[in-house]
C-alpha cells in the first residue's frame, strides 16, 4: 500500500488552520512572553463541549452521550477499547456541534494532545466534510465520530507523539451505511495540527533563541537536546517526547539520542 505522506502545501494549511484558532481565541503565540496556550479558551470560540471522563472506552462515550447530550450512536465492535480522546459531531442547523472527550485519569500532557488531536479532526476534517455534505446531499443528516485509541507500547512516551485514532462517518440514521476514512492520513494531519496549536513555530524559535543566550552568557542553562527539550516541555505544557519531534521539526535540534548529547 502507498504510504500516505502529508504534503508541503498541506502542512502549510494545517499551520494556517491553528493560526486561525489562537486568533479567534484571542491568543498571541508571537508575543514577547509566550504563555501555555489555553487550551480550554481555544476551544471554547467553536460548538464544542469538552469534559474529562474516567476510564474513556467507547461504550462510556456513548453513555455520556445519551446521559448528556441526549445523542445517540451505534455501539462499535470494540465497546471496551480504552481511548485517550473521542470526538462526536453532528450538524445541527448549518452547523457542526460537537463534543470533545478526554479520559481524565491521563496525565495533563496527555490530556492536552488528546483535545488539540481532536480539535484537529473537527477542523480539518468535519467542518470540511459537512460544506461537502450540504452541497451534494443536503437531506442527509451527518454524524461523525472518532476513538482516539492508545499504541500497543503505551509504556513509551513515544505513543503520545503519534496517537492514532479511528473514524467513523455516520450518514443517515441507520449504522449499515458508516464507513472507515481515509484513517492514517487524518491521523497525522490531526497530530500535525496537535503541534501546531500546543506549539506555535514563534514561541518555539523565541524560547530556543533565549535559551541559547543564556547558555552563551554562562547562565544556568545548557542546550543538550535532553535539557532543551525538557525546558520547553515544562514551558507549553506537553510532553518531552512531543516537544523534542516538534523541535527536530522546526530545526531546532539535530536529529539523535535524546537522553544525552
Ligand atoms: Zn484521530
Redo the contacts with the bound molecule.
Keep these: 500500500m502507498k504510504e500516505p505522506i502529508v504534503t508541503i502545501e498541506r502542512n502549510g494549511q494545517i499551520a494556517a488552520a491553528a493560526c486561525t484558532v489562537h486568533d479567534k481565541g484571542g491568543f498571541d503565540p508571537s508575543a514577547l512572553n509566550p504563555t501555555i496556550v489555553p487550551l480550554y479558551d481555544l476551544v471554547g470560540a467553536y460548538p464544542l463541549r469538552l469534559e474529562e471522563v474516567p476510564r474513556l472506552t467507547y461504550q462510556s462515550a456513548i453513555e455520556f452521550l445519551a446521559r448528556e447530550t441526549s445523542q445517540g450512536m451505534p455501539s462499535p465492535e470494540k465497546k471496551h477499547q480504552e481511548l485517550a ?1 473521542f ?1 462526536y459531531g453532528y450538524e445541527y442547523q448549518g452547523v457542526f456541534n460537537g463534543c470533545i472527550l478526554v479520559k481524565r485519569d491521563d496525565p495533563v500532557t496527555r490530556r492536552r494532545f488528546s483535545v488539540a ?2 480539535l ?2 473537527y477542523i480539518l476534517h468535519f467542518q470540511p466534510m459537512l460544506e461537502v455534505r450540504e452541497r451534494k446531499h443536503p437531506e442527509q443528516a451527518l454524524v461523525l465520530s ?1 476513538g ?1 485509541i492508545y499504541a500497543d507500547d503505551s509504556e513509551t512516551e513515544t505513543e503520545a507523539v503519534e ?3 479511528q ?1 467513523m462517518l455516520i450518514s443517515g440514521t441507520g449504522s449499515s451505511a458508516r464507513e472507515t476514512l481515509r484513517a492514517r492520513r ?2 497525522r494531519e ?1 497530530n500535525l495540527f496537535a503541534a501546531e496549536l500546543l506549539m506555535p513555530r514563534s514561541a518555539c524559535q523565541l524560547l530556543a533563541r533565549r535559551y541559547e543566550k543564556l547558555t552563551k552568557a554562562g547562565r544556568q542553562f545548557d542546550t543538550r537536546r535532553s535539557v532543551l527539550a525538557m525546558r520547553l516541555a515544562s514551558e507549553f505544557l506537553v510532553s518531552q517526547e512531543a516537544m523534542r519531534v516538534r523541535l527536530i521539526e522546526l530545526g531546532l535540534l539535530k536529529r539523535g539520542p535524546h537522553v544525552t548529547d
Aim: no cysteine; aromatic share 0%; charged share 20%.
Design positions: 480522546g470526538l488531536h481532536e484537529g479532526h472518532e482516539l496517537p492514532s485514532g473514524l487524518m491521523e490531526a
